[in-house]
């Protein structure tokens, strides 16, 4: 028996269609809605003093819930809008102007993360772009041989987007810190479903949001900075809010905030973390420990049932080495993932990589099968 099972009963999306696609959008708890309606009672009520009432320390509150998902020392986190945002936070806090300039990654980076960094060259960053030859992952020798004396900081996706392959992130910590470079983690496609520690790993920094796995939606994505080296940021990319005392409105410099909000910038989106709550709260009751040990067994029968039907396989075999997502392709997979969409049969296309499913811990092994199954329907009426 399948105990997990039970917490169907909290995701309305799943009375109606298969779903397979936690990977790009987690389904959404049904308690979401009641907190969503009391982020809006508040606003009626409370008006502007929601703010020192509850929006404001909800911030912290989210900031922990995401934090016992990632391991990481309570007031280490902080939530921001999204990646894009926090990676841009972070690589404002450095300088580009001597020897220790190099940023490495890989090319099966999430492009949001490149585009970034690839930015900073024009304040004088040095990237280094460490290719794949399968695109389903980059050797872990190739990749530490890049990181080097003249490293800064190595910004890396802990599991692939486009293949779901897990990168060795100890590994690549172990090496960045031999060299004085920081390690800043992408966990947006490992945390809610690979056990994760930040502490132990001694990662640097992390980022990632609630969209995928934490079932959380948009607009809720953090920010983890390791507590030592916290108070030796100082962000250009910043805010009223990142300032010691925002409320005191004073001019004309920054004057850091001690903790994690040093990191936020400006005024914080609310109603997303009121969103967000119910996911992390049901991940963090299960325990990742458990959805990683379901997500196996289920994406190895995905495996076998790509293997069956002749599919190329983009994600690893090898089960240490393969997230909660499975990636198959053949020719015209992506006008039958468009369909398998309109049949609310839901998964996505990425180039490079064909159509990509992911059961989660409310997906049952009938809707693993029921869905290969339509793959094969669609496909032969075409």
Not at 12 to 34: C, K, Q, T
Not at 184 to 212: E, F, I, N
Not at 269 to 274: D, F, R, T, V
Request: contains cysteine; charged residues 25%; hydrophobic residues 40%.
């Amino acid at each position: 028996m399948d105990d997990l099972l039970r917490w169907r009963a909290e995701f309305p999306a799943l009375e109606g269609s298969v779903y397979m696609v936690s990977h790009s959008l987690g389904a959404m708890p049904r308690a979401a809605y009641d907190a969503l309606r009391e982020f809006a009672d508040l606003w009626v009520k409370s008006s502007i003093n929601a703010w020192l009432e509850a929006w404001l320390p909800e911030v912290d509150r989210a900031g922990e819930r995401v934090g016992r998902i990632l391991g990481a020392p309570p007031g280490s986190v902080i939530m921001l809008p999204n990646v894009s945002t926090a990676q841009s936070i972070v690589a404002s806090c450095f300088d580009f102007d001597r020897e220790r300039r190099k940023v490495v990654y890989t090319d099966l980076n999430f492009p949001t993360v490149s585009y970034v960094w690839k930015a900073e060259e024009r304040r004088g960053a040095k990237v280094e772009i460490v290719r794949s030859d399968d695109g389903i992952g980059v050797p872990t020798a190739r990749l530490l041989e890049a990181i080097d004396e003249r490293t800064l900081i190595v910004p890396i996706s802990h599991v692939l987007f486009r293949s779901s392959f897990v990168q060795d992130a100890a590994a690549i910590v172990a090496r960045a810190h031999e060299v004085g470079a920081l390690v800043l983690l992408d966990t947006y496609q490992s945390a809610g479903t690979l056990p994760l520690d930040v502490g132990a790993l001694g990662v640097d920094m992390a980022t990632g949001g609630s969209v995928k796995w934490l079932c959380g939606g948009p607009g809720a994505g953090y920010l983890y900075v390791r507590p030592d080296l916290l108070p030796r940021l100082r962000p250009r990319v910043t805010g009223w809010f990142a300032h010691r005392t925002p409320f005191a409105f004073e001019m004309p410099e920054q004057d850091y905030a001690d903790g994690p909000w040093r990191m936020i910038g400006g005024t914080p989106s609310i109603a997303p973390l009121y969103q967000a709550r119910a996911g992390a709260e049901i991940i963090a009751q299960i325990g990742v420990d458990r959805i990683r040990e379901k997500s196996l067994r289920q994406t190895e029968r995905l495996i076998a049932l790509a293997d069956r039907a002749g599919f190329r396989l983009g994600s690893p075999r090898e089960p240490a080495r393969r997230g909660g997502t499975v990636c198959f392709d053949f020719d015209g997979s992506g006008e039958v993932a468009r369909e398998l969409n309109r049949r609310k049969f839901f998964c996505d296309h990425r180039p490079q990589c064909g159509i990509r499913v992911s059961p989660h811990f409310y997906t049952t092994d009938e809707e693993v099968d029921r869905f290969m199954e339509e793959v094969d329907r669609i496909r032969k009426r075409r």
